[in-house]
C-alpha cells in the first residue's frame, strides 16, 4: 500500500513563490510516475503538473505552463511542484498522486491514471 505523505501548502501573496513536497511511504522504489492535481470547492479537479518516473518527461496544464515546475529527487525519494508568480486563481487543495509500473503518457492528465493520492494541501493566494 503506497501512501503519500504532502507539505508545503499555506498562504503567500500574488507574484509569490511555494514549494509543495510528495514522498511516498511504504514504497521505497522510484518506479513510480507522479501528478500533481489542484481542487477549488465547487470546480472540478484540474490537473497541474506531472512527471514520468521511467524518462523523467514533465507534463503541465495550460494555466500553469511557464509558472509551474514539477521534478524529482531521487536520493530522497521525494517530488516537488515549485510554483512561482502565483496568482489568486491558483488558490486550491493541491493533490499529489502516484502510480507504480507502467505509465501510459498520454493518460498523464486523467486522475484515473494514479491509484494513490495524498490528502491534500491547502495553498492560498491572496491579492
Known amino acids: 500500500q503506497v501512501q503519500l505523505v504532502e507539505s508545503g501548502g499555506g498562504l503567500v501573496q500574488a507574484g509569490g513563490s511555494m514549494r509543495l513536497s510528495c514522498a511516498p511511504s511504504?514504497?521505497?522504489?522510484?518506479?513510480?510516475?507522479m501528478g500533481w492535481f489542484r481542487q477549488d470547492p465547487g470546480k472540478e479537479r484540474e490537473f497541474v503538473a506531472a512527471?514520468?518516473?521511467?524518462?523523467?518527461?514533465?507534463y503541465y496544464g495550460d494555466s500553469v505552463k511557464g509558472r509551474f515546475t514539477i521534478s524529482r529527487d531521487n536520493a530522497k525519494n521525494t517530488v516537488y511542484l515549485q510554483m512561482n508568480t502565483l496568482k489568486p486563481e491558483d488558490t486550491a487543495v493541491y493533490y499529489c498522486?502516484?502510480?507504480?509500473?507502467?505509465?501510459?503518457?498520454?493518460?498523464?492528465?486523467?486522475?484515473?491514471?494514479?491509484?494513490?493520492w495524498g490528502q491534500g494541501t491547502q495553498v492560498t493566494v491572496s491579492s
Open positions: 498522486a502516484a502510480a507504480t509500473g507502467y505509465f501510459i503518457a498520454s493518460n498523464h492528465y486523467r486522475s484515473t491514471t494514479y491509484p494513490y
Open positions: 511504504g514504497y521505497t522504489s522510484s518506479t513510480y510516475s
Open positions: 512527471i514520468r518516473w521511467s524518462d523523467g518527461n514533465t
